[in-house]
């Protein structure tokens, strides 16, 4: 059996709203509804569901930015919660949509050593994880451009590289080909297929989950409404459509 | 707008010359930070009257600016917010200091009849307190044009800087590009859908600033968050020790004897009189 690399049960989350007397207080704030599944280390789950259904929500509980939740959240057997914060997120590489709030050192260097200088590895140490975390998205060449020069793929790229030189276990990218032309497109799903991370990816380019992930999670107001292959959901018209989305752009006939 | 792209590039640009490996960059942080504050602190201590020593402590820009190969002609550019606010200062001092301080003779005229300005106090004042502030905001430009950010935090902690202080500055120096870049966003947004009106109107000032505010502050959040998700606990990394060497010992040296001559001693006056 593989290893449980996250285990999440029961989970329910809200946000804390400002009260407001004209509002009926019994009506259902829940962005996330009992949810549970568990994500083993050969898993590249896409979750896929239509505009605010808690899809980035849910991905924020998983690395924490989130805790005031109910339910449980286990990543490799440590609780979540905030005195294991620091340890979660060790094994935990989060990408942002918005790769501009992702990036704000100097250049690309400084910025993919953020990380490894907080955790205080030695110089050399550093200057090698920069290296290979470049190498494994192929930006080598970008290693002293300043950030603000990058083209949004680069960015895109930059900000995985960010959080490839932490060395995670499991890595969580919330909208990842959005803003991407074809081509960085294509080379960013190459470039993914090539990880054996695990990874969970939101998106709501089913035709980029179809190229990257053998797993798939559909939401629906904050459930989670089927959980099986690519070849179960993505090619089902009628359970999609149910849910707000479409077939992918590959499998429609033209 | 193309203000705000200028503006974010000056900031960029500043960042890249401070990164450059050039023999100033390469000075001690601390060496160059001490050396900034006691010129300041020298520079400023002048009497308000003694307009040549002010002036004399021209020098150590000069040297620096020759030594280190900065665009003199970029340093004013970058300046001219800062500067005409700086001068401003004793621009009323000729008003209400009226003694006389000197006289400048212009010669004569046909009918043998000498002519000369009166020099007031206030004016002398002013000018002394002008070429200061010059002085010590190139002063400060120097610094840091020729040191990084961090550097210059790595230095204050070096001198016992409270680490909160520390990371707020490095902190806000970052918050300035995304404010920037968030007032950019706004007011192209406005623009395109404004098309033929010359700057913003006024009654759209209150929302586009609140809405900036906002937006900047989900921006300043989400920075945060991708900070902490890679490991930040509140402090920030501010540079690997840097070695004190025998340069940078013989260049505090220096600055530190260059400063008390000219403080202590009227080093114009004294080359005047040789000749």
């Not at chain 2, 002394?128 to 902690?157: H, N, Q």
Request: with cysteine.
């Amino acid at each position: 059996m593989s290893h449980i690399h996250i285990n999440v049960e029961n989970l329910e989350f809200a946000y804390d709203r400002v009260k407001d007397t004209r509002k009926d207080d019994s009506q259902d704030n829940r962005i996330i509804k009992d949810v549970s599944f568990r994500a083993c280390e050969n898993d590249s789950i896409g979750i896929i569901g239509a505009n605010g259904v808690g899809k980035s929500t849910l991905l924020k509980l998983l690395v924490g930015l989130e805790l005031n939740f109910t339910g449980q959240i286990r990543v490799e057997e440590i609780p979540l919660e905030k005195k294991t914060l620091s340890r979660v997120r060790e094994k935990i590489g989060y990408v942002f949509q918005d790769s501009d709030s992702q990036l704000f050192m100097t250049n690309v260097y400084q910025d993919v050593a953020f990380a490894p200088r907080n955790y205080g590895l030695p110089q050399e140490e550093v200057d090698r994880r920069v290296k290979n975390a470049l190498s494994s998205v192929h930006i080598e060449h970008l290693r002293d451009k300043p950030v603000h020069a990058l083209s949004g793929g680069e960015k895109k790229l930059v900000s995985i590289a960010t959080i490839l030189s932490m060395i995670p276990d499991i890595i969580l990218m919330d909208e990842p080909s959005a803003a991407l032309d074809p081509k960085n497109r294509r080379n960013l799903i190459n470039i993914l297929n090539e990880f054996d991370h695990m990874k969970i990816i939101t998106s709501h380019d089913l035709d980029f989950i179809w190229d990257t992930c053998n797993r798939i999670l559909l939401m629906a107001d904050g459930q989670i409404v089927a959980d099986g292959t690519p070849d179960e959901i993505l090619k089902n018209k009628e359970l999609l459509e149910a849910n707000g989305l479409e077939l992918p752009l590959s499998l429609m006939q033209r | 707008m193309s203000k705000i792209n200028k503006a974010i590039g000056e900031i960029q640009n500043l960042t890249q010359m401070a990164e450059q490996d050039q023999w100033m960059n390469r000075i001690h942080p601390l060496v160059k930070l001490l050396l900034t504050v006691m010129y300041i602190g020298v520079t400023v201590s002048f009497d308000k009257y003694d307009f040549s020593g002010v002036l004399s402590m021209a020098v150590y820009p000069i040297i620096i600016f020759i030594l280190s190969d900065l665009s003199f002609k970029n340093a004013l550019y970058r300046m001219r917010v800062v500067l005409p606010v700086v001068c401003i200062v004793g621009v009323f001092n000729p008003f209400f200091d009226k003694e006389v301080a000197g006289y400048i003779e212009l010669g004569t005229t046909a009918d043998g009849v000498m002519r000369t300005l009166v020099v007031t106090g206030g004016v002398v004042s002013m000018l002394s307190l002008m070429v200061k502030g010059f002085l010590t905001v190139t002063a400060a430009y120097i610094l840091i044009a020729t040191t990084t950010i961090e550097k210059i935090c790595y230095a204050l902690r070096l001198i016992h800087v409270p680490k909160i202080i520390v990371t707020e500055i490095l902190l806000i120096y970052r918050y300035i590009t995304l404010l920037l870049t968030e007032a950019k966003r706004v007011v192209q947004a406005y623009s395109l859908r404004a098309p033929g009106q010359n700057g913003i109107k006024f009654s759209a000032w209150g929302s586009l600033v609140g809405q900036m505010l906002i937006r900047s502050m989900d921006r300043a959040e989400n920075v945060y968050d991708s900070m902490c998700l890679r490991g930040f606990d509140g402090e920030f990394f501010i540079g690997e020790k840097v070695a004190f060497r025998g340069r940078d010992a013989a260049f505090l040296l220096s600055g530190i004897v260059v400063f008390v001559v000219f403080r202590c001693f009227p080093v114009f006056e004294m080359v005047g009189e040789l000749f």
